[in-house]
Nanobody, 119 residues
Framework: QVQLVESGGGLVQPGGSLRLSCAAS????????MGWYRQAPGKQRELVAT???????NYADSVKGRFTISRDNAKNEVYLQMNSLKPEDTAVYYC?????????????WGQGTQVTVSS
């Protein structure tokens, strides 16, 4: 199994920036794609961005050009740099890691970190 711990959330004004971090531990050698998802009150969890072991990235249209996902495989960490934040970015942000458990690809989740964009 893989354990994920997020950090870096908080309150920021519109137009501001935040950087989220996620540290993975446990069976890290089985991890391939890592990512960030978010869930706003009353809404379903949605994809924000993903990054493969090789560094290929994918972004939701709503964050393209504002958010950047990156990964340090040596540290087993993934990051989300969020710029030009908008009130609609307010949500709990979850780190994810796709990894193999007994030969099956499984998605693990962190506990989430709150991001609030408000003046």
């Amino acid at each position: 199994q893989v354990q994920l711990v997020e950090s870096g959330g908080g309150l920021v004004q519109p137009g501001g920036s935040l950087r989220l971090s996620c540290a993975a531990s446990g069976n890290i050698f089985s991890i391939n794609t890592m990512g960030w998802y978010r869930q706003a009150p009353g809404k379903q969890r949605e994809l924000v961005a993903t990054i493969t072991n090789g560094g290929n990235t994918n972004y939701a249209d709503s964050v393209k050009g504002r958010f950047t996902i990156s990964r340090d495989n040596a540290k087993n960490e993934v990051y989300l740099q969020m710029n030009s934040l908008k009130p609609e970015d307010t949500a709990v942000y979850y780190c994810s890691a796709d990894h193999f458990v007994n030969g099956w690809l499984t998605r693990g989740w962190g506990q989430g970190t709150q991001v609030t964009v408000s003046s």
